[in-house]
T-cell receptor, first 113, second 113 residues
Framework: GAGVSQSPSNKVTEKGKDVELRCDPI?????LYWYRQSLGQGLEFLIY????????KSGLPSDRFSAERTGGSVSTLTIQRTQQEDSAVYLC???????????FGEGSWLTVV | ELKVEQNPLFLSMQEGKNYTIYCNYS?????LYWYRQDPGKSLESLFVLLSNGAVKQEGRLMASLDTKARLSTLHITAAVHDLSATYFC?????????????FGKGTKLSVKP
């Protein structure tokens, strides 16, 4: 597609359930990023992929969070046993290394009730 | 550890006035990004600054980079209401993550008639 595509755009889930968030980067972009933005806050780095590998997973807030990327394209961020504090917008971005501009998707708005 | 600081965090301006947003960062990097975020929306790329002394301009916004001082500025000229948004700077981190983007907390700009 023309831009970074994320799904679902909105998700309301019950506390304790697992959720999967999907990111489809711009075609050919090798670098992929996940960020989290809580209401009125800045962007918290979660994980970065270069191709299928994730050089640094230290941004993931707990072991309930995991992410994978297959085929150097689509990435999935999984949150297990969701908690209310997980409620946020999860933003995905991609870059064509060695390109410069990093493009963001529209985000997945997660609400845990 | 790379830290990015923006100031001010809140800025209320009158239309027609000029102002500057500052972005300081703590370790060496040669890529600095400015983004705009409207309420409820994702991030829109404004500028990518790649070298010391780089200056880019788009409409009423001008961004510059001083890599020796580890400082970038976003200058607003003759502000108009349409510029009201939150502006983020972000620095590419060449540390452990080999390429993730660290964001400042954002500057919430409100332009009043």
């Amino acid at each position: 597609g023309a831009g970074v595509s994320q799904s679902p755009s909105n998700k309301v889930t019950e506390k304790g359930k697992d959720v999967e968030l999907r990111c489809d980067p711009i075609s050919g972009h090798t670098a992929l990023y996940w960020y989290r933005q809580s209401l009125g806050q800045g962007l918290e780095f979660l994980i970065y992929f270069q191709g299928n590998s994730a050089p640094d997973k230290s941004g993931l807030p707990s072991d309930r969070f995991s992410a994978e990327r297959t085929g150097g394209s689509v990435s999935t961020l999984t949150i297990q046993r969701t908690q209310q504090e997980d409620s946020a917008v999860y933003l995905c971005a991609s870059r064509n290394t060695p390109g410069n501009t990093i493009y963001f998707g529209e985000g997945s708005w997660l609400t845990v009730v | 550890e790379l830290k990015v600081e923006q100031n001010p965090l809140f800025l209320s301006m009158q239309e027609g006035k000029n102002y500057t947003i500052y972005c300081n960062y703590s370790t060496t990097s040669d890529r600095l990004y400015w983004y705009r975020q409207d309420p409820g929306k994702s991030l829109e790329s404004l500028f990518v600054l790649l070298s010391n002394g780089a200056v880019k301009q788009e409409g009423r916004l001008m961004a510059s980079l001083d890599t020796k001082a580890r400082l970038s500025t976003l200058h607003i000229t003759a502000a108009v209401h349409d510029l009201s948004a939150t502006y983020f700077c972000a620095v590419l981190n060449y540390g452990g993550s080999q390429g993730n983007l660290i964001f400042g907390k954002g500057t919430k700009l409100s332009v009043k008639p």
